[in-house]
């Protein structure tokens, strides 16, 4: 990952799912429901096919974690980074520092993706604490390796990867949380407005380090540089709040048009007219026991 190719790969994957929970909250808040995602039947109760066992989000999460996993050893053509030891060196070094590192966080995105799946269909009933705990584990370990990702970096990319730790660790703060206290409408908000925050910061990263608009490169030396990398992070979160507003207007303006759809013209509840006075408990009276006698 350590290309312009690379980041905004695992950026545009993060912002696919950051998105995708962003409609998904919004709707969960607008219909008022209890649960982000509803549990999955028991197993017996499913299709037998592996998508009818399955949730689309354990698949993503394995194919996502294998697009960026694969490029990392093998890309380009003919490189096999799979060596993590120099053997022909007699001081044995270790090889690879960085793709191992980028590695390691994808796999445990690809383990809870795997946890994901065992537990909606090698058990009788979805495990969801479980699922949440491998998910939070893979944000814990992202924050982890960013710690050391850091070291003997350029003032520049230590300071870019650190802001980057902030909505990470906030992340995998509010999926520890949610193994214990699931299902908390702000906890929805603040680990999706996190996630824009994380996939759009790892966007901008990657231009910022590899392809500057302005043509010339950054230099960490310059306390001003620094100072607007830090100015554009703060822009980030603004634009996460914005973006996830947005979303959820547009998916506030879809369910009040399908509700209003979905309800029939004249369907509206009207007053039973069998009230004193009127002619139909007269009429009512009179038809029933001709329809006695038809019976």
Not at 65 to 81: D, Q, W
Not at 108 to 132: H, P, T, W, Y
Not at 213 to 222: A, I, K, R, V
Request: overall charge neutral; aromatic content about 12%; charged content about 15%.
């Amino acid at each position: 990952m350590g290309t312009l190719g690379g980041h905004l790969v695992a950026a545009l994957l993060f912002l696919i799912v950051a998105l995708y929970y962003s409609v998904l909250v919004s709707f969960a808040l607008l219909r008022g429901q209890r649960f982000l995602k509803s549990p999955l039947p028991p197993r017996d109760k499913r299709g037998r096919r592996w998508w009818q066992l399955v949730s689309g989000e354990a698949v993503v999460k394995v194919v996502f974690s294998l697009i960026v996993i694969l490029p990392e050893l093998f890309y380009p053509p003919g490189t096999n980074r799979m060596v993590m030891v120099d053997w022909e060196d007699p001081k044995r070094p270790f090889v690879f520092q960085d793709t191992w590192q980028h590695v390691t966080m994808y796999g445990f995105f690809l383990f809870s993706g795997v946890v994901d799946i065992v537990s909606q269909a090698c058990q009788a009933r979805q495990n969801m604490k479980l699922e949440r705990a491998a998910e939070a584990l893979a944000f814990c370990v992202l924050v982890v390796l960013m710690i050391n990702h850091i070291e003997n970096k350029s003032a520049l990319e230590s300071r870019v990867h650190a802001l980057f730790m902030l909505p990470a660790f906030l992340v995998a703060l509010v999926l520890i949380i949610e193994v214990w206290v699931p299902d908390q409408p702000s906890l929805w908000v603040l680990k999706t407005w996190m996630g824009l925050v994380l996939s759009n910061w790892l966007l901008h990263l990657g231009v910022l380090m590899y392809a500057p608009p302005s043509g010339q490169p950054w230099s960490g030396d310059n306390p001003v540089d620094l100072a607007f990398v830090t100015t554009f992070f703060c822009w980030h979160l603004g634009l996460g709040a914005v973006v996830l507003a947005a979303i959820y207007s547009l998916c506030s303006l879809w369910h009040h048009r399908f509700s209003s759809w979905k309800r029939a013209p004249g369907a509206e509840y009207q007053p039973c007219p069998l009230c004193e006075g009127s002619e139909e408990p007269e009429k009512f009276r009179a038809g029933a026991p001709q329809l006695d006698g038809g019976v």
